[in-house]
């Protein structure tokens, strides 16, 4: 579903973020991404999500090469991908409603649909009474539900996860985790950037550990040393 | 319906920025205000200097006097020299007979005894011929060429009035076409300011939008529609201006302005033209302006 053909990634300032990367990820799988920091995760999920380009190389996505694609048609492929944050990302003015609804109407949904498919994805993530607070009245954990409610809204196949536990506790990080899993049951692919390896440890998920812009580990189930 | 309730929404927006940066749009709206009042201006004042330079720029006529002692031959080269010359109008042959003819009757109307002064004495006038050229540029040319014409001996123009006029009507309008340009692209400039700073104090939004897949028109069109809004209310103004202003100048002196030859050039249509132009003009310029700051500012992942 998702290939990377060669792919490296070099910013303009010189930096390589990823090198001469090969991967697939298959449809329906949970992947986790791990290694120390700067070793070009986030880089990673950035291309998949076409926030960053492809350097060289060729993503493929869904069948279809994306490494060039049109900035008229870019739109169509982030569709297909949700995206949260370590740090939310919220817009601090509206409501949970709005958060999730803004997505919503930015696709350009009838009033209506928005409503519906806003409460159902809310509901889903369990802040069903929560709808009217806004950000700064919830919990970390709830916040990183509104950004999880958000990216799914639009029911991407794929949901891209960069840190997503890393500002929250243990319990709302395993809380995160489940709605995560869940999706996953669903049907979605979830790829997850983590430095959190509690999280890990007999998850029974595929682990893709970076280290300066290359992997050097792609194991399915569990994870061996540090 | 759905897209009807998205324009909804799109307009909703951008006016919502145009409130949201009053400042910056109201001088947006005055840069407008005052550089379609301008263009106005300098379009009523091209409109009706050119009815006018028409006018006088149609005496291009002179006055070629021969030799005194020209032959016949000589006089049929010249008028054949006209006959197939480019430059020239039209031209008429005057000997010096008719000319006197001409000159005497004026000074002696039928006063025979001063008609029989005159006739006694001698001829001293050449024939002559009066030549109109195809425009002012060519009566230049014209004159210099004739002016060594060996069998001529003198070329005069009634005056360089009209040559005068219309250089310094030409030489105003360039300088309030300039005035205007640059006006024009300071409005540009403003208009991608308010608009830049919209989108800056939306930056975060923006970023969430493209992240979700919003299109690039659903991003740009409320920035669009927000530079519309200051191009339509900049250009209310002084489009009421021109079509008041005009009309009152126009009826306050029967259409006759500062001297008697300026003839103003009726407001009915032209007013609607002029009022026309501007609402392009203004559309185009904030329109403009929003796309350069959209495609600037909006659109960068
Ligand atoms: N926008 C950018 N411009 C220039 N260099 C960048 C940019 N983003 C990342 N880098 C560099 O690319 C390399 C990989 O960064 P990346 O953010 O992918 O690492 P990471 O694995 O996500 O790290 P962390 O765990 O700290 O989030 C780093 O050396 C970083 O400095
Ligand atoms: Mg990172």
């Keep these: ?226 | 319906m759905k897209s009807k309730f998205q324009f909804y929404i799109y307009a909703r927006d951008g006016f919502k920025n145009v409130c949201n940066h009053i400042f910056m749009s109201f001088s947006s709206v005055l840069t407008l205000i005052i550089t379609l009042s301008l263009c106005a201006v300098v379009f009523m004042f091209v409109v009706n200097t050119n009815a006018f330079t028409r006018d006088i720029e149609s005496q291009v006529t002179m006055l070629a006097e021969f030799n005194y002692d020209v032959t016949e031959a000589q006089i049929t080269s010249v008028m054949h020299l006209l006959d197939h010359h480019e430059l020239v109008y039209h031209h008429e042959f005057i000997d010096r007979y008719t000319e006197r003819e001409e000159v005497v009757s004026q000074i002696v109307g039928d006063n025979d005894e001063l008609r029989y002064l005159f006739e006694r004495t001698s001829n001293t006038l050449a024939d002559i011929v009066i030549i109109e050229a195809v425009n002012i540029t060519a009566l230049d040319l014209l004159e210099g060429e004739l002016l060594v014409h060996p069998y001529l001996q003198s070329v005069q123009h009634p005056s360089d009035a009209a040559e005068l006029i219309s250089g310094t009507t030409n030489a105003i309008r360039v300088v309030m076409m300039v005035f205007a340009g640059v006006l024009m692209l300071l409005a540009i400039f403003l208009i991608h300011n308010t608009i830049k700073i919209t989108i800056y104090s939306r930056q975060e939004e923006l970023s969430i939008m493209r992240l979700v897949g919003a299109s690039i028109g659903h991003i740009t069109f409320p920035f669009l529609i927000e530079g519309l809004i200051i191009g339509v209310i900049g250009a209310i103004f002084p489009i009421l201006f021109t079509m008041i202003g005009y009309s009152l100048v126009y009826d306050l002196n029967d259409g006759i302005f500062a001297i008697n030859i300026f003839q103003l050039a009726s407001p009915s249509p032209l007013v609607y033209q002029v009022g026309f132009v501007m609402g392009i003009i203004s559309i185009l310029v904030s329109l403009l302006g929003s796309l350069f700051a959209v495609a600037k500012y909006a659109l960068k992942d």
């Design chain 1, 1 to 226: 579903m998702i290939e990377f053909t060669n792919v490296s990634k070099r910013y303009p300032n010189g930096v390589t973020g990823i090198h001469n990367l090969n991967l697939n990820i298959n449809k329906g799988e949970f992947v986790f991404v791990i290694g120390p920091s700067g070793a070009g995760k986030s880089s990673f999920l950035k291309m998949i999500s076409l926030q960053e380009k492809v350097s060289t190389g060729q993503l493929n996505f869904e069948n279809e090469n994306v490494t060039n694609v049109n900035r008229f048609k870019a739109h169509l492929y982030r569709r297909k991908v949700g995206v949260v944050f370590q740090d939310f990302k919220l817009l601090p003015k509206l409501t949970v409603y709005q958060n999730v609804a803004f997505a919503l109407e930015a696709v350009g949904l009838s009033a209506t649909e928005v409503r519906k498919k806003a409460m159902k994805v809310i509901y889903l993530v369990g802040l069903g009474n929560k709808v009217l607070s806004y950000p700064n009245q919830l919990s970390g954990g709830e916040q990183q539900r509104v950004a999880i409610a958000r990216a799914i809204a639009n029911n991407p196949d794929v949901v891209i996860a960069d840190e997503p536990t890393g500002n929250l506790d243990p319990e709302n990080s395993f809380q995160i985790l489940s709605i995560l899993k869940k999706l996953n049951e669903e049907g979605k692919t979830i790829i997850m950037a983590t430095h959190n390896y509690d999280l890990i440890f007999d998850s029974g998920c595929r682990v893709i550990r970076i280290d300066k812009g290359t992997i050097v580990q792609d194991e399915v189930m569990g994870y061996h040393e540090v």
